[in-house]
C-alpha cells in the first residue's frame, strides 16, 4: 500500500460538534485514529454497522468512529463520534 496516495478524511459538522466535547486525553486518541485512516481506512478492529450497508466503526476505548469509505474517490467520511452507549441510536 506504500504505492498508494492516500485517502482524505473528512468529517461531517456532527463529527465536528462531538469531538469539541471530548476531553482533551480522549480527543488526541481519536484524532490519532481518525488520522491514521488516512493510509490505513480499513484497520484491523473495523467492522462493517449490521443494518447499515457501507458504514463502518472502529473502536478507541469506549468511543466509537462511524465511518463510510469511498475508493473510488479515495475519501473518508466520518458520520459521527461518540460514546458507545450513544452513538449507535438513531436520531
Known amino acids: 500500500m506504500a ?3 492516500p485517502y482524505a478524511v473528512y468529517l ?3 463529527a465536528e460538534r462531538a ?3 471530548l476531553t ?3 480527543l488526541r486518541r481519536i484524532a490519532r485514529a481518525i488520522d491514521d485512516l488516512r493510509t490505513n481506512p480499513r ?3 473495523a467492522a462493517a454497522l ?3 450497508p457501507g458504514l463502518l466503526r472502529i473502536r478507541v476505548g469506549d468511543y466509537r468512529i462511524i465511518y463510510i ?4 474517490r479515495l475519501t473518508v467520511l466520518v458520520i459521527t463520534v461518540g460514546h458507545r452507549r450513544d452513538v449507535y441510536t438513531r436520531r
Open 43 to 45: 484497520p484491523s478492529g
Open 69 to 72: 469509505v469511498r475508493d473510488d
Open 24 to 26: 482533551s486525553v480522549i
Open 19 to 21: 469531538l469539541k466535547k
Open 3 to 5: 504505492d498508494q496516495a
Open 50 to 52: 449490521q443494518g447499515e
Open 12 to 14: 461531517k459538522p456532527a
